[in-house]
């Protein structure tokens, strides 16, 4: 079957404007970042944590005054907040985001070799808690009122109300250390080589951990939007024509209610993230949030800074493509914002 001229021409109509929103949104990206970058200078210039002190510790005692304030004049720490954001505006546009002052080494290279780690956890820990809310969110809502959907209801309110690092430590508790089946951290065994099968068994308890933090909202997200499509005409209909009932739930009932499913995905990325960063610290995994968490406890605002922003960007790149999935999932949807 060929698609008709009017066809055509709505597909290319609704095509331009999803180019268009995609256009806007990353226009509107730039202020965004640039005001995010600000800001934590300006927070980083009122904060009483002073970087050339923690550089030096408690050598700063017999450091002469000299020379600590050489290293001030050459980090600019003493320059106007403004001046500090300008000058590291102007490297970050060239690609340099200075020295990491806790680890040590280029931020560029800090994320670099940890981005890929932390892409890893967040992937992994993102497809089990959407596979766990679509699988036992339908459940629940098939079997609304029965021992099933009360026993799935009531965990996945618990867990909601579970921080995510007390989870990791219960885990690390039980699985680890009791139970004794997976490693409570790191990348590898001590002295082993990296290789696949290290990472998986390593990997496994801290995605669990991230998945399990994650999983509620859509669980309860699936069953509320689930029970709503029960009530639609189309859903009734096919019930009326004597389909059975798991085809009415997955083939009717089910597919209405994933298109208000991608825009909590977007919703739930900065929560994905701040989960990515509490599993990784709990776990010692090498990821880029743990590197966050260092660079915040040793005040080293260069890492922190470039972190944060690359943070924000994730985010808003993430509701951006929850967005375009949503406009070409229902024709419908307006392409205004």
Same mark, same amino acid.
């Given at each position: 079957m060929t698609a008709t001229p009017v066809a055509t021409a709505r597909t290319g109509r609704r095509g331009r404007a999803i180019g268009l929103l995609v256009l806007r949104r990353l226009a509107f990206a730039v202020p965004v970042l640039l005001l995010v970058g600000f800001a934590l200078f300006a927070?980083?210039? =009122?904060?009483?944590?002073?970087?050339?002190?923690?550089?030096?510790?408690?050598?700063?005692?017999?450091?002469?005054?000299?020379?600590?304030?050489? &290293?001030?004049?050459?980090? *600019?720490?003493?320059?106007?907040?403004?001046?500090?954001?300008?000058?590291?505006?102007?490297?970050?546009?060239?690609?340099?985001?200075?020295?990491?002052?806790s680890l040590q080494q280029p931020v560029a290279q800090v994320i670099g070799e940890r981005l890929g780690w932390s892409v890893l956890l967040v992937s992994v820990g993102f497809a089990l808690a959407l596979l766990l809310g679509l699988v036992l969110g339908t459940l629940a809502a098939w079997r609304q009122g029965g021992w099933l959907d009360r026993a799935i209801t009531a965990t996945a309110y618990a867990l909601e109300a579970a921080p995510v690092f007390w989870l990791g430590l219960a885990?690390?508790?039980?699985?680890?250390?009791?139970?004794?089946?997976?490693? *409570?951290?790191?990348?590898?065994?001590?002295?082993?080589?990296?290789d696949v099968g290290q990472v998986v068994r390593h990997l496994l308890l801290p995605a669990s951990v991230l998945a399990v933090s994650q999983a509620p909202w859509y669980v309860l997200f699936v069953r509320q939007n689930l029970l709503e499509s029960?009530? %639609? +005409?189309? $859903? &009734?209909?096919?019930?009326?024509? *004597?389909?059975?009932?798991?085809?009415? $739930?997955?083939?009717? =009932?089910?597919?209405?209610?994933?298109?208000?499913?991608? !825009?909590?995905?977007? =919703?739930?990325?900065?929560?994905?993230? !701040?989960?990515?960063?509490?599993?990784?610290?709990?776990? %010692?995994?090498?990821?880029?949030?743990?590197?966050?968490? +260092?660079?915040?406890?040793?005040?080293?605002?260069?890492?922190?800074?470039?972190? !944060?922003?690359?943070?924000?960007? $994730?985010?808003?790149?993430?509701?951006?493509?929850? +967005?375009? @999935?949503?406009?070409?999932? +229902?024709?419908?949807?307006? @392409?205004?914002?």
């Amino acid at each position: 079957m060929t698609a008709t001229p009017v066809a055509t021409a709505r597909t290319g109509r609704r095509g331009r404007a999803i180019g268009l929103l995609v256009l806007r949104r990353l226009a509107f990206a730039v202020p965004v970042l640039l005001l995010v970058g600000f800001a934590l200078f300006a927070l980083a210039k =009122a904060s009483p944590f002073d970087p050339v002190e923690r550089y030096f510790g408690l050598r700063i005692i017999g450091a002469s005054p000299e020379r600590v304030a050489q &290293i001030r004049a050459n980090w *600019g720490v003493d320059q106007p907040v403004v001046e500090q954001y300008l000058a590291w505006l102007r490297h970050a546009v060239a690609g340099d985001f200075g020295d990491s002052l806790s680890l040590q080494q280029p931020v560029a290279q800090v994320i670099g070799e940890r981005l890929g780690w932390s892409v890893l956890l967040v992937s992994v820990g993102f497809a089990l808690a959407l596979l766990l809310g679509l699988v036992l969110g339908t459940l629940a809502a098939w079997r609304q009122g029965g021992w099933l959907d009360r026993a799935i209801t009531a965990t996945a309110y618990a867990l909601e109300a579970a921080p995510v690092f007390w989870l990791g430590l219960a885990a690390l508790y039980v699985f680890a250390l009791e139970l004794q089946w997976l490693p *409570g951290g790191g990348l590898t065994d001590a002295g082993a080589a990296l290789d696949v099968g290290q990472v998986v068994r390593h990997l496994l308890l801290p995605a669990s951990v991230l998945a399990v933090s994650q999983a509620p909202w859509y669980v309860l997200f699936v069953r509320q939007n689930l029970l709503e499509s029960f009530t %639609s +005409d189309h $859903v &009734i209909g096919a019930r009326a024509r *004597g389909l059975p009932d798991h085809l009415v $739930v997955s083939g009717h =009932a089910l597919r209405t209610s994933l298109l208000p499913f991608l !825009t909590l995905l977007g =919703a739930r990325i900065p929560e994905l993230i !701040t989960g990515a960063l509490l599993v990784e610290t709990v776990f %010692s995994w090498p990821g880029i949030a743990r590197a966050t968490v +260092d660079a915040a406890l040793n005040v080293d605002f260069a890492l922190l800074g470039a972190l !944060t922003v690359l943070a924000t960007a $994730v985010v808003l790149l993430g509701n951006l493509l929850a +967005d375009v @999935l949503y406009a070409l999932a +229902d024709p419908r949807v307006g @392409l205004d914002g």
